[in-house]
C-alpha cells in the first residue's frame, strides 16, 4: 500500500451571500453546500426549472471573453473564475454552489468575498484521497496574442507572473507558493482592472451592466481610477494569479508544479487546462482490469501480481489460499532468511519487521476489496490503522498467514478490515486497518 494520501475537503455547513453580478447587473444569491468525496465542484441554477447542475470542468467550458462562462446545453454560469480561484486555493475539492442568477455577485471585484464566506462555512478533511497531479516533466504553450505559460516540476504549487498592458503599460511581476494563508492575504484582496479602451466598446453596447469603480479598476491612459487606493503597488498582476487558480480549478485536479506566466489571460490558462488534462492521462497506469477466478479458489503469485502494482521487495503476498465468500481472505507469505529487511534489521537476531506485517495485511486486505468491486484495476491507499498490536516476533523460516475479513464498505471506494497474522496458529500482530481506492 502506498503513504498515506493528502484528503480531499468539504465546507463544514451551508453558507451564502448575495450581491450584484457584473455583467447583468442583477442581484443574485449564491450559496455553498457541503459535497460528498469525489464529487467535485458543481454549480447549481436554482432559478431554473429542476435546478440544474454543472461540472466545473474544462470539457464544459464555453467562452472566455475577459471572463471564464462554462456551459452544458442552453444553461451557461458566468464568470464563474473567482469563485473557483478561493475554493480550489483554501483546499476545498467538493462543493456545491447554489445560485438564483447566471452569474456569482461580483463583490468588490477580488476573491475577498468567497474568502470570508468559505472561512465562515469552515474547511473539513474527508477520507478520500485528494486528485493530485504531479509534474514530471516542463509543460508549455504559446498564443498568437503572445502569451507564454509554462508548468515545470515542483514539490509545491508556485505561480510566477508577468502582467504586461497595452504599449507595455504597468508591466508588473509577481512570484509566491500558493497556500491558503499566502492566498488570502496576498492574492485574495487583488481586484479585477480594466484598460479604458478595451471597455469601452462593451460599455457603449451595455454589456456590463453591473461593472462601475466599485468592482473594478479602471486604466485610462497612466491615470488609475479606482474608489479607493491601490492594495498593493502591484495589484494587478496579483489578481492574474488569482485568475489563474481561477481557470485551472477547472483541471479538476491539485497541480504540484511552477506555472510561470506572461501576459496570461482566461483564453491561454484554458489552454493550459486542457494540456493538463492531456498530459494527466498520459500518466495513468496501464493497469488492465483482470477477471477474478470464480467462485472461492486461490491466487498463484502470477495473477496476485496482475491485481497488485507492488513488487519485490514490497510485494508481502506470495499466493491467496482461498476466498470465504465475499467477505474474507486468506493469504500466505513465507519468510526466508533472504528478505532484504533482515541484513539490517537485527542482523544477529533477525525479525521480520512489523511494520511490513502490517503491509501484509493491507495488500492482501485490498486484494478482497478490489474482488468485491470486481475490478483488479485500482491503486489501494492507506486511511488509517487502528488497534495494531504486535504479539510475537517473526523469525526466517516461518510461513505467515495473513487473514482479513472487511467489516466495513462504502460504496467500492472506501472499505475497512479487521487484519490478522499467524504463525503456527498463534497470532502474531493484529490491527484494523481502513483504506481506499483510486482507478488511476
Known amino acids: 500500500m502506498a503513504a498515506t494520501p493528502e484528503l480531499q475537503h468539504t465546507i463544514g455547513k451551508s453558507t451564502a451571500l448575495s450581491g450584484t453580478s457584473l455583467h447583468t447587473g442583477e442581484k443574485v444569491t449564491l450559496r455553498l453546500q457541503p459535497a460528498a468525496a469525489d464529487h467535485g465542484i458543481k454549480f447549481r441554477r436554482m432559478d431554473l426549472q429542476d435546478q440544474p447542475t454543472i461540472d466545473a470542468k474544462i470539457d464544459n467550458l464555453k467562452t472566455v471573453e475577459r471572463a471564464t462562462t462554462i456551459g452544458e446545453g442552453a444553461m451557461r454560469v458566468h464568470t464563474v473564475e473567482h469563485v ?7 483546499g476545498v475539492d467538493n462543493a456545491i454552489i447554489e445560485m438564483d442568477a447566471n452569474e456569482p455577485p461580483i463583490g468588490d471585484g477580488s476573491a475577498q468575498l468567497y474568502v470570508e464566506l468559505i472561512k465562515t462555512a469552515g474547511v473539513v478533511p474527508q477520507e478520500t484521497p485528494r486528485r493530485i497531479f504531479d509534474l514530471r516533466e516542463p509543460l508549455h504553450i504559446e498564443t498568437k496574442n503572445g502569451a507564454l505559460l509554462v ?27 500558493i497556500t491558503p494563508a499566502i492566498y488570502e492575504r496576498e492574492i485574495a484582496p487583488a481586484r479585477t482592472f480594466v484598460f479604458y479602451e478595451d471597455v469601452q466598446p462593451l460599455m457603449e453596447k451595455n454589456l456590463i451592466k453591473g461593472g462601475s469603480l466599485e468592482n473594478a479598476i479602471v486604466v485610462r491612459g497612466e491615470a488609475v481610477l479606482s474608489k479607493e487606493p491601490l492594495r498593493f503597488t502591484d495589484e494587478f498582476v496579483r489578481h492574474k494569479i488569482l485568475d489563474i487558480i481561477g481557470d485551472l480549478a477547472l483541471f479538476g485536479h491539485r497541480i504540484r508544479g511552477h506555472i510561470i506566466a506572461v501576459k496570461p489571460g482566461h483564453g ?4 493550459l487546462a486542457r494540456a493538463l488534462v492531456r498530459e494527466h492521462a498520459k500518466t495513468l497506469p496501464t493497469l488492465q482490469p483482470r477477471a477474478f477466478p470464480p467462485g472461492e ?6 495473477q496476485v501480481m496482475d491485481i497488485l502494482p507492488h513488487r519485490y521487495p514490497f510485494l508481502m503476498v506470495d499466493r491467496i489460499l482461498g476466498f470465504e465468500g465475499d467477505m474474507r481472505i486468506t493469504g500466505v507469505k513465507s519468510v526466508t532468511i533472504n528478505e532484504p529487511y533482515f541484513g539490517g534489521h537485527f542482523p544477529g537476531h533477525p525479525v521480520m519487521p512489523g511494520v511490513l506485517q502490517v503491509e501484509a495485511m493491507a495488500q492482501v486486505a485490498s486484494i478482497l476489496m478490489m474482488k468485491i468491486t470486481k475490478s483488479a484495476s485500482r491503486i489501494g491507499y492507506f486511511i488509517s490503522a487502528d488497534d495494531v498490536k504486535f504479539r510475537k516476533p517473526v523469525f526466517p523460516g516461518d510461513t505467515l498467514f495473513i487473514h482479513a475479513e472487511v467489516t466495513k464498505a462504502r460504496g ?9 497474522c499467524t504463525v503456527n496458529d498463534a497470532v502474531v500482530s493484529e490491527g484494523e486497518l481502513m483504506f481506499t481506492f483510486l482507478d488511476k
Open 151 to 177: 508548468v515545470l516540476p515542483d514539490p509545491k504549487f508556485r505561480i510566477s507572473c508577468t502582467q504586461v498592458g497595452p504599449e507595455g503599460r504597468f508591466t508588473q511581476f509577481y512570484s509566491t507558493e
Open 268 to 271: 491561454p490558462n484554458a489552454e
Open 297 to 302: 479458489g486461490g491466487l498463484d503469485i502470477k
Open 84 to 90: 473557483l480561484s478561493a475554493l480550489s486555493a483554501l
Open 412 to 420: 467500492n471506494r472506501l472499505a475497512k478490515a479487521k487484519c490478522q
